[in-house]
């Protein structure tokens, strides 16, 4: 029991390490007027043809793309305009709790239509846009330790092999399956995250405590202490190549060897391959609590980690192969940088034991979105024996659950937001 307490903290303080990311990117681009400029020029095209498109009511053939066929990226109007709206709502959910975001980005793409495959590869390429875009690499140099990056980079550039080479294996195998195997991990991590984010949601309030949205944590999750424990024992295992760190902090620096380091690569890159999440939310407890690194060499790391993970996920395992949809990616940034704003603030001025209420049902939703949508697709494989009416009623009412919880959300923020901008001005 208690080793699985450890795993649900140690997994919600890496959702809230990514989500700190997220804030810092979105603050990064946002009040720089070349970035701005930049991304506003990156997005037009996408704009643009949304706007042709809309307006001749073309459509591509269906054997291009679409709900009723499997293949690489197809266009509409109606995609497009929904992508910014589901990056408003992960960023929205970023803004405010600090956690958890970015994992109902591929389920709700996948809501809207678009191919599980397709979804990954979308999402990883709009996390290495963001990174590229708003990362102030130059500020944060100082805190990394080559030895560290290099023999951490290495092992993510395998792991993220593997997971690209088994998400398309899989689709060439059978595109349903293919979505079934996305949706299933996706069902796993976010009823996981959702049954931890419920039980500390009604703990919280039959204690009475109003806590913030961080629930007065660091965002970073540092009350987890990593103690000597299992950072302590790696260390003292001398498997070379040994890795120097930590000179400035501890008296002689610390040291732990290269393959330890390299495995969490390995593990890392997979996961972001697979799920399509950067592999930001990771890096940092595995760092801290597994490897023993200090929080402040593992930030400049980690931003490394992130551009370099995402950026060949997205391009060598995806892109090249036709898995990224460019304006999807668009969308979503665009959407995330207004919903992290907004959210962010939105915390000022609200109960955050009204959040984490709102943040544990929607990721409740996610998780039932997902796993509605599995029998529909275990059906196609002839894994469970259910007729197609059935299946596509199940779906449609996950679709329904999930989209009018996340909708639910939106408003109620947004609500907050302008009902209270006199006060928000005054802050700020």
Request: net charge positive; hydrophobic share 50%; proline share 3%.
């Amino acid at each position: 029991m208690e080793t699985f307490k450890k795993c649900k903290d140690i997994l919600f303080a890496a959702s809230r390490a990514h989500a700190q990311w997220e804030i810092e990117t979105s603050n990064s681009i946002l009040r720089n007027k070349k970035r701005l400029i930049i991304l506003l020029l990156l997005a037009m095209p996408a704009i643009l043809f949304s706007i042709v498109m809309a307006s001749t009511g073309g459509q591509l053939p269906h054997f291009i793309g679409g709900k009723t066929a499997y293949g690489p990226a197809h266009y509409d109007p109606f995609v497009f305009w929904i992508s910014i709206l589901i990056g408003i709502c992960a960023g929205l959910i970023t803004g405010c709790i600090g956690a958890g975001g970015g994992f109902v980005i591929t389920p709700a793409l996948m809501s809207a239509g678009i191919k599980g495959i397709l979804a990954v590869g979308t999402d990883l390429f709009h996390i290495f846009a963001k990174a590229i875009m708003g990362t102030a690499v130059h500020k944060k140099l100082g805190n990394v330790s080559v030895s560290l990056a290099v023999a951490f980079l290495v092992g993510s550039g395998i792991g993220v092999t593997g997971g690209g080479v088994i998400n398309r294996f899989l689709y060439e195998k059978d595109p349903v399956l293919s979505d079934a195997f996305i949706s299933i991990v996706y069902a796993l991590l976010l009823g996981f995250l959702g049954i931890y984010s419920l039980t500390d949601f009604f703990k919280l309030r039959r204690s009475g405590a109003d806590v913030g949205a961080h629930h007065g944590e660091s965002p970073h999750g540092e009350e987890i202490k990593a103690g000597k424990g299992l950072p302590g024992r790696l260390q003292e295992m001398k498997i070379p190549p040994m890795i120097k760190f930590d000179h400035d902090l501890v008296p002689g620096g610390k040291q732990i060897s290269g393959v330890f380091v390299a495995g969490s690569g390995v593990f890392v890159g997979f996961v972001a391959a697979i799920m399509g999440v950067g592999g930001g939310f990771l890096t940092f407890p595995i760092f801290v609590y597994v490897l023993g690194v200090s929080s402040f060499t593992t930030v400049g790391t980690d931003i490394l980690q992130i551009i370099f993970t995402a950026g060949y996920a997205s391009i060598i395992q995806y892109a090249i192969y036709g898995f990224v949809f460019y304006t999807l990616a668009m969308g979503m940034l665009l959407g995330s940088l207004l919903g992290i704003q907004i959210g962010a603030l939105t915390t000022k001025v609200v109960k955050g034991i009204h959040i984490r209420g709102f943040y544990a049902i929607t990721i409740m939703a996610g998780f039932i979105n997902r796993l509605f949508s599995l029998p529909g697709k275990l059906g196609k494989m002839k894994v469970i024996d259910i007729s197609q009416e059935t299946a596509k009623l199940i779906d449609t009412v996950g679709i329904y659950i999930f989209f009018i919880v996340v909708g639910i959300f939106g408003v109620w923020v947004f609500g907050k937001f302008f009902g209270n901008i006199k006060a928000l001005k005054e802050e700020v």
